[in-house]
C-alpha cells in the first residue's frame, strides 16, 4: 500500500517546548512504514487553506533534532479557528483539495483546547464528505488547562519560569524595602485557568517567603480583602509580592483588565491586570509598587525549561505518529501520572470529543481556603512538573537554536484561496 504523507501544524499560542513536539512527529514519521513524507504549514491551518506548505524532509537531522532545544514555533502559528461545516463549508473543501492534491492521509495539529476543536472537525472529514484523513491532536498550552492529560505540554518550563523569576524578584525587593519598593506585582498568563499562577507559589520555601499573595481566576477578586492582606503583609515582613493570573476577576465575571475587544478565537482581550492592581495600592495604600508583565518571556523561556516538559512534549508528538500507524483518528496522546510516590507517567490516548471545548480548571483544594496561596496537594502536583534542567547548547554566551530551510512545497492547485 502506498504511504500517505501528513501534514503537521503549529496553533495558537507557542512555548518553549512545542518544538519538541515537531521533532517528535517529524522523527516518528520518518522512521514509519506507514507515513511518507511530512508536511508542515506555514503559519498553522493557514498553511493548508492557502497550500503553503513546507517540505519537512529538506531538514537535516541535525536541524530537527536542534527543534528540541527552540523556543517559537518553527513552522508559524496562528490563531484561526475553522467554523462548522454548515457554517462554512469552503474551508472543508479547501482542505479536501489540498490534501487530496498533495496525497495527505494524516493530519497532526499541535495546540490546545481551541485546536483540538479544529483536529476533532477535521477529523469528521471523511464522513462529511467522503475523504480518509486521521486527525491526531497533538497536546501544548502554557495554560495547562486541557482536561484528561496530566499536564500540558509546555505548562512546566512556563511554571519554572515563573517561580523561578517571581523568587529572583523578590529578593530584589526584599533588599530594597526599607527604602524603596513595599509592593510588587508580577502578572502571569492564565485567562480562565490559574495554574501558572499557583506555580508561582513553588518559589515559597518557608514562613514569609514570597509570592505572599495569589490572584486566582477561579477566586472571586475581593478588592477590600486584598488591601487588607497586602497592607498586613508588608507590617509583617516589610514588603508584600503579588503573582496575578491576567484572568483574575470580580464576583460578577467581569476581568479586571477587560480591554473590551476580542481576539480571533472569540475571547476577551485583556489590556494588563498587574497595572490594575499596582493602582489600587498606591490609590489605597499609598505604598511605593512596581509591576512586571513576563507576556511573550515566559512561553519563549527554553534556557530555563523544565527537563520533564521537554521529555514530555517529544513523547506526545512520537505518541501521535503510533497512534495513527494504528489507524486511530480523533484522539489525543495524553500524559497520565502514576499513582506511587515517585513521579511518572505513561501515554494513553484521549477521545477529542471529550478534549474540545473542556477546560481543565485549577480544584478548589489546590487553594487555600483564604484564596490567596496554593495548598500542599497543589504543591504535590506542581513539583515534579519543573524538575530537571534540560541540555541546552550555548555559542557566545547565547543558546543555540534550529534554523530551518523551511523549504515551499510546490503548489499544485490553481487560484488563489482568501482567508
Known sequence: MARKNAFY??????????????????????????????????NGIIGALTEDLIDTSKESRSAIAALKHTPGGAFGSCRYKLKSVDANRREYERLIEVFRAHDIGYFFYNGGGDSADTCLKVSQLAETMGYPIQAIHVPKTVDNDLPITDCSPGFGSVAKYTAVSIREAALDVASMCATSTKVFVMEVMGRHAGWIAAAAGLAQEQEGDAPHIILFPEIAFNKEKFLKKVQQTVKKYGYCVVAVSEGARYKDGTFLADAG???????????????????????????????AVPDYLQRAARHIASGVDVEQAYAVGQAAVAFAEQGKNAVMPAIIRGKGKTFSWTIEEAPLADVANVEKKMPRNFITRDGFGITDEARAYLAPLIQGEPDTPFKNGLPVHARLKLEAVPKKLKGKFEI
Open 261 to 291: 475587544t476580542t481576539d480571533a478565537f472569540g475571547h476577551k482581550q485583556l489590556g494588563g491586570v498587574a497595572p490594575v492592581i499596582a493602582q489600587m495600592v498606591r490609590d489605597e495604600l499609598a505604598l511605593k509598587y512596581h509591576w
Open 9 to 42: 501544524a503549529q496553533s495558537g499560542g507557542v512555548t518553549a517546548v512545542i518544538n519538541a513536539s515537531a521533532a517528535g512527529v517529524i522523527e516518528a514519521a520518518r522512521s514509519s512504514r506507514v507515513i511518507g513524507k511530512v508536511y508542515a504549514g506555514r
